[in-house]
């Protein structure tokens, strides 16, 4: 019996088992090792950002950049209804209002004009994710948060490689995020980290990292003892998961490249079959480059997509859909508001399919995934 096509699988680094050899036979297991700092290294060289920092995973990267920006009860903070529960619950947890806007129906990014209505005296920063890795229009959100004095939060959990106009995803926020889940392109397991893109913010990030404590400063000799400065967490990784990481973030123009290759296997053979069923295929602007985060169709209507994903589920073929809108659910009308009801948002989440998108996809699993979707006509 042929096995089943799945959504996602992570990929196994070359240096993987030889980095973690190191680390158990080695005294240092506990984070900020030397598999942290050359993973941060490779990160920043990557991303362009001045400073990187490992954490425990993407959303506790959000959780820290909302404290960072002191965010607390009164304060509001703009972000997509069609994003992860992690963007929200990082403003939740500080008592902060999620505000929630609608996204366009052609790439699912927060549309800049809701946002800009969105804005009142309360507003204190905008969220955004760049969703698949395909840039947010950077240049009319810049605009609006510069306007207003507002922080803008990247979330780059899909955008790693990407870029924006020649810019890296990753640097438009005075933070950005990252997800080192194995979900993503690379990763450590679970993991994640914060790009501090405001050198003044870097000194508080360590602490409120580190336990809010100032033992970063300690470790380098800045402070002859360290102490407890400000409210923190436990938000280090530990060198297993940097081993990891250190190892992926090494093979990473490798795992690009066969990403990439699926990705455009995808765009180039479905086609016809799209236009016939008046299906819309993920696309990219000329102005950005996608990282091969995910590959997505858009049906026509609802029905249309619950039908195509049980036929994709018939032949061994592991298809999804993605988030549920956040202004709907149960927590989001807890701890957030909407200006009006956002019906792209759920248009977009009621038609979107994710094909099966892995770096070690086989030229024949990548036959058998188009040939299913072809398959399917209405």
Known sequence: MTADILFSKPFHAPREMENLARVVQGDHAHGDGEFTRSATRRLTDITGTPAALLTTSGSHALELASRLLDLGPGDEVILPSFTFPSAANAIALTGATCVFVDVDLRYGNCDPQQVAEAITPRTKAISVVSYGGVAVDFESIGRIADEHGLAIIEDNAHGLGGEYRGQQLGTFGVVAIQSFHDTKNVHSGEGGAILINDPSMLERAEIVREKGTNRARFLRGQVDKYTWVDVGSSYLMSEYNAAVLDSQL????????????????????????????????????????????????????????????????????????????????????RFGRRLRELTSSQSFSERLVRLPLWADMSDDQVDRVIAAVTSFHR
């Open 250 to 333: 090494d093979s990473f123009d490798h795992i690009q490249a066969k990403r990439h290759a699926i990705w455009n296997s995808y765009a180039h053979r479905l086609p016809t079959w799209a236009e016939a069923e008046n299906v819309r295929l993920m696309d990219v602007p000329d102005d950005r480059r996608h990282p091969a985060h995910l590959f997505f169709l858009q049906a026509p209507d609802h029905e249309y997509q619950t039908a195509l994903l049980a036929h994709l589920r018939s032949l061994g073929v592991v298809g999804t859909f993605h988030y549920i809108p956040l202004d709907s659910a149960p927590a989001g009308l």
